[in-house]
Nanobody, 121 residues
Framework: QVQLVESGGGLVQPGGSLRLSCAAS????????VGWFRQAPGKRREAVSC?????YYTDSVKGRFTVSRDNAKNTVHLQMNRVEPGDTAVYYC?????????????????WGQGIQVTVSS
């Protein structure tokens, strides 16, 4: 069964750090583009980052977020540093068999269920 499961979300203070993880089962993430998306209340879902043969970060997270892979654990991480209230959203990971970063949702075949990240003091 193909599945993506996010973990590591929660409540964090502004300026703090959080690491999200996306664990896959039923297929190997090593051969897939993994994208991170987020959706804040009342807003459209947006691409935050992706990892493939290249790497992408949306402007608002550049220099603060880092994506990394642990192929041995079939997991991709999103390290979120110096978080801001504007980072509050439900975060989703997604996988695309074409190993090239994309920011469009319909490029991705598999999606996690989403995990809440709240940045607040």
């Amino acid at each position: 069964q193909v599945q993506l499961v996010e973990s590591g979300g929660g409540l964090v203070q502004p300026g703090g750090s959080l690491r999200l993880s996306c664990a896959a089962s039923g297929f190997s993430l090593a051969h897939y583009t993994v994208g991170w998306f987020r959706q804040a209340p009342g807003k459209r879902r947006e691409a935050v980052s992706c990892s493939a043969s290249d790497t992408y970060y949306t402007d608002s997270v550049k220099g603060r977020f880092t994506v990394s892979r642990d192929n041995a654990k079939n997991t991709v991480h999103l390290q979120m540093n110096r978080v801001e209230p504007g980072d509050t959203a439900v975060y989703y990971c997604a996988a695309d068999p074409h190993f090239e970063c994309g920011t469009m949702e319909d490029e991705y075949d598999y999606w996690g269920q989403g995990i809440q990240v709240t940045v607040s003091s």
